[in-house]
């Protein structure tokens, strides 16, 4: 079965084609010379939701996408949806990360969360399904695996950061992963 990912992030695509396996051909929105969906709405789901409605839209295809923020406790729960922009428009994954470390300097309560939308539209119906993996931001950074904000943040029960950790554990236990697992069981079960 062949099913679109509203994406043009490669390493996702490519996470997603291997987590499906065999039975599904993930394309991603380069296959398709898909230009740059907008991301206008204020929550995660709204995003997902934006995306792949404007791929099915435009290419009247299955198609599923996701979202994903960082919530911290003690910055009422920024950078939230605005995770990718938080320090400003065109920013580094560095240049976030030194923004929250900034803002979270002298500040004990460090909690925070991963969450991951992701918005299935199959046969014109919508489905969605939420992962989250709850940590801490560590006071620096840790690692050099990843990307984002993976090497501030510290997975509960866990010594490595994100960014420490190799891509299989990582997956295993990310907001992404569990998102993505739910939205698997839901596949196979249809396409029994
Ligand atoms: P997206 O919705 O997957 O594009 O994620 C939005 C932003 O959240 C990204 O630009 C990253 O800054 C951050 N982010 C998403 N997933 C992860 C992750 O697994 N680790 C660290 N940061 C992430």
């Known amino acids: 079965m062949k099913i679109v990912f509203a994406t043009h992030n490669l390493h996702k695509a490519e996470e997603a084609q291997k987590i499906l396996g065999a039975d ?25 939701v934006q995306k792949a409605q404007f791929v099915l839209e435009r290419y009247h295809c299955d198609c599923f996408a996701d979202d994903t ?12 949806v605005y995770s990718a922009r938080y320090a400003g428009e065109n920013c580094s994954f560095e240049d976030n990360v ?3 470390l900034q803002e979270m300097q002298g500040i004990t309560n460090r909690k925070a969360c991963f969450k991951t939308v992701i918005c299935l539209l199959l046969n014109g119906e919508k489905h969605l399904f939420e992962g989250r993996v709850d ?20 997975p509960d029960g866990f010594t490595q950061t994100f960014a420490e950790m190799d891509a299989d554990t990582k997956n295993h236990i990310s907001h992404r992963g569990r998102a993505m697992q739910k939205l698997i069981a839901f596949l196979k079960n249809k396409t029994k």
């Open 98 to 100: 030194n923004k929250v």
């Open 24 to 48: 599904y051909q993930v394309v991603n929105l380069h296959d398709l010379q898909c230009p740059e969906i907008p991301e206008t709405a204020q929550t995660l789901e709204g995003n997902a």
């Open 69 to 80: 923020g960082l919530e911290i406790e003690a910055l009422d729960n920024r950078p939230g």
């Open 135 to 154: 940590g801490i931001i560590t006071e620096t950074r840790h690692g050099e695996n990843g990307f984002g904000y993976d090497p501030i943040f510290l």
